[in-house]
């Protein structure tokens, strides 16, 4: 009976040691987000605001070229050849691009910053297409980047995929 | 003979718990509140900032005189303590715009930054 209690005893004079009870009343890591996370709010809302009515702009001129399924534009989803061409369906990359623009943008810097394919984000037949789920995170991603690069680095493109992915689909954690 | 040495066992076990707790050294009772805070809250204490800190200067493979006078942690006179300050600003509006997107995951120095004072990009 006694040999019963004991161990239970023990167990609670381990837990109620104040050390002990430090340790778990005090995540290490998260203080320095929080802290860094309280102050940066308020500067925080506009810059969103900003960046949704940019989506917003874009949005709304590019509904009509995305509604219409054209056979230049698999072309130009697919191999980028013909240079000239209005990309379709873009919500967070500028209205302005051109098709070779924005392929150049997702190889070199989207593709080789997270280490994929084409086939991560697009549907083969039709880039254009938004069936692919990670096609919608990488449009928050995009917008997420040129939030950081006009928030805190003067609207230079400092921050680009690769500064945190580092190649690789999931970034290090 | 066994049980009354297993009852000894956790006797002395419990003893030597009981007795770290008591001499464990308690850095939040000796350590004060930060000073020149402009970042952290108000009146975070120095213990959890020195925690902070040592995870940015593993991250960004540097020691403290990079940011700091060594004389006065407080003082504000070398240019990089300011732009750190904006980094641990833009780490947390980055971590809530994250969260609000409904990405999981956090960043934190270390993510870009990857032990080097200048993060490849």
Not at chain 1, 83 to 90: A, F, I, M, R, V
Not at chain 1, 117 to 135: E, G, I, T
Not at chain 2, 65 to 80: A, G, T, V
Request: proline letters at 6%.
């Amino acid at each position: 009976m006694v040999t019963r209690f004991v161990p239970l005893l023990a167990a609670a004079a381990l837990c109620a040691a104040p050390g002990c009870k430090k340790d778990n009343a005090k995540p290490s890591a998260s203080a320095l987000t929080d802290a860094a996370g309280a102050p940066a709010k308020p500067g925080d809302a506009a810059p969103t605001a900003k960046l949704t009515a940019d989506a917003g702009a874009v949005a709304n001129a590019s509904p009509d070229a995305g509604a219409k399924s054209a056979p230049p534009g698999k072309d130009a989803g697919a191999g980028g050849t013909a240079t000239g061409d209005k990309p379709k369906n873009l919500k967070v990359l500028p209205s302005s691009w051109t098709t070779a623009k924005v392929n150049d943008y997702m190889k070199n810097k989207v593709a080789k910053g997270l280490g994929v394919k084409c086939d991560a984000c697009h549907v083969k037949d039709d880039y254009a297409a938004d069936s692919n789920k990670k096609k919608l995170a990488a449009r928050k991603m995009i917008a997420l980047t040129d939030g950081i690069n006009r928030d805190f680095f003067k609207k230079k493109p400092t921050v680009t995929c690769f500064t945190c992915h580092k190649g690789k689909e999931a970034p290090a954690p | 003979m066994t049980t009354t040495r297993s009852i000894l066992l956790v006797c002395a076990l419990a003893a030597f718990a009981w007795a770290t707790a008591l001499f464990a050294p308690r850095p939040t009772a000796s350590a004060a509140p930060g000073k020149n805070l402009k970042v952290y809250p108000a009146g975070t204490d120095t213990a959890e900032i020195k925690k902070d800190m040592k995870l940015v200067s593993k991250a960004l493979g540097v020691q403290c005189d990079f940011c700091h006078d060594l004389d006065d942690f407080s003082k504000d006179d070398i240019d990089k303590k300011n732009i750190a300050r904006g980094m641990m600003k833009m780490v947390g509006s980055i971590n809530g715009k994250l969260k609000k997107d409904g990405f999981k995951a956090e960043v934190k120095c270390m993510t870009c930054h990857a032990g080097s004072e200048k993060p490849k990009s």
